[in-house]
């Protein structure tokens, strides 16, 4: 079992690359209104604006939390 904090291999959740809104870059679950989801990296690179705090990112989710929000989980920053 592998397990990168809040997140863990054997959920199964798919992979997407995505533009997400965090202005300091030091989490690493984020709730679904945070998220856009993109077709590429390629896309999510050019979507992003880190001035305004919208980072490209590649994420897992979304997962439903025990407090009933939609995650997605930070995988890697681009």
Known sequence: ????GYFNEEDNLPVCWAVVYAPKQ?????PEN???????AEEAVAAAD??????AARVAGPSRSSEGF?????LEWL
């Open 70 to 74: 939609r995650l997605y989980y930070l």
């Open 1 to 4: 079992m592998v397990s990168r």
């Open 50 to 55: 880190s001035a305004s705090g919208h980072h």
């Open 26 to 30: 030091n989490r690493k679950r984020f």
């Open 34 to 40: 945070c998220v856009k989801v993109v077709g590429s």
